[in-house]
């Protein structure tokens, strides 16, 4: 199969999740939800690909949840080039991803986080992952997250939940704060072992993930909660803009390659706070 195919593949299937996800979502949310469209390019003075941001703020179940899109290429510049697999002879590249964040109305109800992505340069891989980040302790949140992930993982090979599992906790952490960002999930990057078993996984996770939001989601949307809490989660949430302003790699990757700010930015909880 060559690459024009499997990039249509790539970047048709990350379009149809968009829908499927923000269909999802709408179910969720019922009364008068409606998502704010934008459609952008990486370059308005030549071809360079773009994408499609869509954003729910202020909803009954979502403070905000953004559902990203996109499909990027170019050529790197001389600073992050060789921070990146496979240019040591060329210095193009072509990615297409999507990228979800949650942030809950209610405390009880954990931000979730999902990405898959394929990266092309002199070759190609797949990377992404969950992570879920809780304010309270809950000991389903985990059983959900973990039952449905190990189940995925298995799939591939017995060994993958382990390590990707690993990778994830290893990942999703703030070292100046010395504290995970929370309860983890699985990430995993520079995937090239199969392209059509590596493919399949990341559609797999990708049903996945919309099975694991709306158990996550169905269980605690009603629970009662109070501004202590509230504020205990607007807390964690200073924590997550730490963690993506300073460490996450798509955040770095986009920002370094001329992505769309309010796109990449789209992460960030419409209200935090520190002490």
């Not at 109070?226 to 730490?242: D, H, P, T, W």
Request: with cysteine; net charge positive; glycine share 8%.
């Amino acid at each position: 199969m060559n690459i024009k195919i499997k990039k249509k593949l790539v970047k048709n299937w990350f379009i149809s999740l968009q829908e499927i996800i923000c269909s999802e979502i709408i179910k969720i949310e019922k009364k008068n939800a409606k998502f704010k469209t934008k459609e952008w390019k990486r370059n308005d003075s030549k071809d360079e690909g773009g994408g499609k941001s869509r954003v729910l703020e202020n909803g009954d179940i979502f403070d905000k949840v953004g559902v990203n899109f996109s499909e990027v290429y170019g050529k790197f510049s001389k600073e992050f080039k060789n921070k990146i697999p496979g240019t040591e002879k060329v210095n193009k590249f072509w990615a297409s991803g999507i990228s979800i964040v949650m942030h809950m109305k209610n405390p009880h109800v954990p931000a979730i986080h999902f990405n898959t992505r394929y990266i092309y340069t002199d070759h190609g891989w797949f990377g992404g992952g969950i992570d879920v980040t809780p304010c309270f302790n809950d000991k389903n949140v985990k059983k959900i997250l973990f039952k449905e992930l190990k189940k995925v993982c298995d799939r591939q090979n017995k060994n993958t939940f382990k390590k990707y599992k690993k990778w994830c906790d290893e990942y999703f952490y703030l070292p100046h704060r010395k504290e995970a960002r929370g309860i983890g999930g699985i990430f995993f990057d520079y995937k090239k072992d199969n392209w059509k078993k590596d493919f399949s996984f990341v559609r797999e996770l990708g049903v996945s993930f919309i099975k694991i939001f709306n158990k996550i989601i169905s269980a605690r949307k009603n629970k009662k909660w109070n501004k202590s809490q509230k504020n205990i989660q607007f807390l964690k949430r200073g924590r997550y803009v730490e963690f993506n302003l300073l460490y996450d790699r798509g955040t770095k990757f986009g920002l370094q390659t001329g992505g769309n700010v309010e796109a990449i930015l789209m992460s960030l909880p419409p209200t935090a706070k520190w002490k």
